[in-house]
């Protein structure tokens, strides 16, 4: 099975700062890799996908980059609606889900 | 728009079974491969298993030879048979849907559902 390591768990940031989240695959996954934001309660919401196309509708201070084994989110102007928790997927073979990043208010 | 909504979810003891379906509209549902997605309580996102347009299963290791995916092209459902389930089958199950047409499931998951609340206990 690929493993999705992603860090940090948790990030304190302020609105206005540039956020950044890191996934690591076990093994290769080419750009097989998605990001989806979850807010409390809710269901989660597409970002992200092929490692760096961004779904329709997505403000484009989302962004991210990446192939193979390391990826990155990136949120820059961070906004009071981006406190959420972020998760990246594969999908190169079955699926595997990061273990999450909590954003809060700093 | 798109709509996915699950049903089905309900206490269960362990070794009990359970069906969850999810209809869904707003899309060529015979199209695209469907979905199902889990949370554990307080956890993160699982994939469980996922079905082609065509009706071709595939299944986490965790569930396998324990659930059964199926859809109904004739009334856009999809269902998850879920047999012998244990206290970690505890979840919100996520009916959610393929963003690519023709690839091989599971792909990203650009429309979900609310969810439907599992609880496996005694």
């Known amino acids: 099975d690929i493993q999705m390591t992603q860090s940090p768990p948790n990030l304190s940031a302020s609105v206005g700062d540039r956020v950044t989240i890191t996934c690591r695959a076990s093994?290769?996954?080419?750009?097989?890799l998605s990001w989806y934001q979850q807010k409390p309660g809710k269901a989660p919401k597409l970002l992200i996908y092929?490692?760096?196309t961004l779904e329709s509708g997505v403000p484009s201070r989302f962004g991210g980059s990446g192939s193979g084994t390391e990826f990155t989110l990136t949120i820059n102007n961070l906004q009071p609606d981006d406190f959420a928790t972020y998760y990246c997927?594969?999908?190169?073979?079955?699926?595997?889900f990061g273990q999450g990043t909590k954003v809060e208010v700093k | 728009e798109v709509l996915l909504l699950e049903s089905g979810g309900a206490l269960v003891q362990p070794g009990g079974s359970l069906k969850l379906s999810c209809v869904a509209s707003?899309?060529?549902?015979?199209?695209?491969?469907m979905n199902w997605v889990r949370q554990a309580p307080g956890r993160g996102l699982e994939w469980v298993s996922a079905?082609?347009?065509?009706?071709?299963?595939y299944y986490a290791d965790s569930v396998k030879g324990r659930f059964t995916i199926s859809r109904d092209n004739s009334k856009n459902m999809v269902y998850l048979q879920m047999d012998s389930l244990r206290v970690e089958d505890t979840a919100l199950y996520y009916c959610?849907?393929?963003?690519?047409?023709?690839?091989?499931?599971?792909?990203?998951?650009?429309?979900w559902g609310q969810g439907t609340m599992v609880v496996v206990s005694s």
């Open positions: 997927q594969q999908h190169s073979r079955s699926s595997t």
């Open positions: 079905t082609t347009s065509g009706g071709n299963p």
């Open positions: 707003g899309f060529t549902f015979t199209n695209y491969a």
């Open positions: 959610a849907k393929d963003s690519t047409q023709g690839l091989v499931p599971p792909d990203a998951f650009d429309f």
């Open positions: 093994q290769n996954i080419n750009n097989w």
């Open positions: 092929k490692s760096s």
